[in-house]
T-cell receptor, first 114, second 113 residues
Framework: EAQVTQNPRYLITVTGKKLTVTCSQN?????MSWYRQDPGLGLRQIYY???????DKGDVPEGYKVSRKEKRNFPLILESPSPNQTSLYFC?????????????FGPGTRLTVT | AQSVTQLDSQVPVFEEAPVELRCNYSSSVSVYLFWYVQYPNQGLQLLLK??????LVKGINGFEAEFNKSQTSFHLRKPSVHISDTAEYFCAVSGRSNNDMRFGAGTRLTVKP
């Protein structure tokens, strides 16, 4: 089954404790991205990757890091989480760079930082 | 850059009634337009998209949307909703040449029996 998986689905952590949210897709997609969803703001892009070893900032990159060492994986790293990073996070992928291709979303990771 | 405004944050409607979820966009370049649906505790799923051609686009689950270039709108419609349509709906716009996709704030559709 074609899918985007994320782990963990739920995470409660404390300020300053480094964490990683994993994202993996099994569709051989070139493009992957991370979004955060906040009430009243919709989805905002954090980082995206056009291909292996190619990443770039989205609209809200502060406090986040990413890497793309393999085509299928695109982990999101919070080096020193803060309460304002409490949010619902989605990983997404699509076949090509142009947005005319359908974007597939993971099930989401709900992060709470206390 | 592009932007999207979803005009209603919440839309309550009774089962079997028609519904329209409104979306306006702003862009200085030609656009692609999308509607996504998010069911509770799930990721987003593409309902339909407008890339070119006919301005009336049909999607999954009986939804359709009409691209109106003069009014810069892309409203989503369904003639008769079901309880199972209860979800959050997101409109999104992307520049054809810049691959910059922007999402609206979402509209929560609640279908009541």
């Amino acid at each position: 089954e074609a899918q985007v998986t994320q782990n963990p689905r739920y995470l409660i952590t404390v300020t300053g404790k480094k964490l990683t949210v994993t994202c993996s897709q099994n569709m051989n997609h070139e493009y992957m991205s991370w979004y955060r969803q906040d009430p009243g703001l919709g989805l905002r892009q954090i980082y995206y990757s056009m291909n292996v070893e190619v990443t770039d900032k989205g609209d809200v990159p502060e406090g986040y890091k990413v890497s793309r060492k393999e085509k299928r994986n695109f982990p999101l790293i919070l080096e020193s989480p803060s309460p304002n990073q409490t949010s619902l996070y989605f990983c997404a992928s699509r076949q090509g760079q142009t947005t005319s291709y359908e974007q597939y979303f993971g099930p989401g990771t709900r992060l709470t930082v206390t | 850059a592009q932007s999207v405004t979803q005009l209603d944050s919440q839309v309550p409607v009774f089962e079997e009634a028609p519904v329209e979820l409104r979306c306006n966009y702003s862009s200085s370049v030609s656009v692609y337009l999308f509607w996504y649906v998010q069911y509770p505790n799930q990721g987003l799923q593409l309902l339909l998209k407008y890339l070119s051609g006919s301005t009336l686009v049909k999607g999954i689950n009986g939804f359709e949307a009409e691209f109106n270039k003069s009014q810069t709108s892309f409203h989503l419609r369904k003639p008769s909703v079901h309880i199972s349509d209860t979800a959050e709906y997101f409109c999104a716009v992307s520049g054809r040449s810049n691959n910059d996709m922007r999402f609206g704030a979402g509209t929560r559709l609640t279908v009541k029996p």
